[in-house]
Nanobody, 122 residues
Framework: VQLQASGGGLVQAGGSLRLSCAAS????????MVWFRQAPGKERNFVAG????????RYVDYVKGRFTISRDNTKNTMYLQMNSLKPEDTAVYYC????????????????WGQGTQVTVSS
C-alpha cells in the first residue's frame, strides 16, 4: 500500500494550494480518507476527512469555510483545496486511510502517506 501526498509548497498568506493524495495497493473505495497536519514541535492533528463514497465530510473548526476535501474514486486520489491560507496553517500535511469512519485520532488509520510541506508566509 502506498499513499503519495503532493502539492505542498510556499505560498503567501491569503493564497491557495491544492494537495493531492494518490493511493495504490488498496481498494480505494473501501477506505475513508483523511488529512492530518503536524507543525514543528506539535502533535499531529486532524484537519479534514471524507468517507469512502465521498458522501460525507468533516472538518476541524479552524479550517471550515477555507478548506475543501474531495476524492475521485476513479483516480484513487483524494484532494484538499486550501484557500485563504494563514501562517498558522504552516505544517507538514499527511494523508491517511482507514475503515473506522472519520476519526480525529491517528490510531484509527491503517495507512499513512509521507507528508507534504505547506509553508505560508505572512
Amino acid at each position: 500500500v502506498q499513499l503519495q501526498a503532493s502539492g505542498g509548497g510556499l505560498v503567501q498568506a491569503g493564497g491557495s494550494l491544492r494537495l493531492s493524495c494518490a493511493a495504490s495497493g488498496l481498494t480505494f473505495t473501501s477506505y475513508d480518507m483523511v488529512w492530518f497536519r503536524q507543525a514543528p514541535g506539535k502533535e499531529r492533528n486532524f484537519v479534514a476527512g471524507i468517507i469512502w463514497s465521498g458522501g460525507s465530510t468533516r472538518y476541524v473548526d479552524y479550517v471550515k469555510g477555507r478548506f475543501t476535501i474531495s476524492r475521485d474514486n476513479t483516480k484513487n486520489t483524494m484532494y484538499l483545496q486550501m484557500n485563504s491560507l494563514k501562517p498558522e496553517d504552516t505544517a507538514v500535511y499527511y494523508c491517511a486511510a482507514g475503515t473506522q469512519g472519520i476519526a480525529s485520532t491517528t490510531w484509527a488509520y491503517d495507512f499513512w502517506g509521507q507528508g507534504t510541506q505547506v509553508t505560508v508566509s505572512s
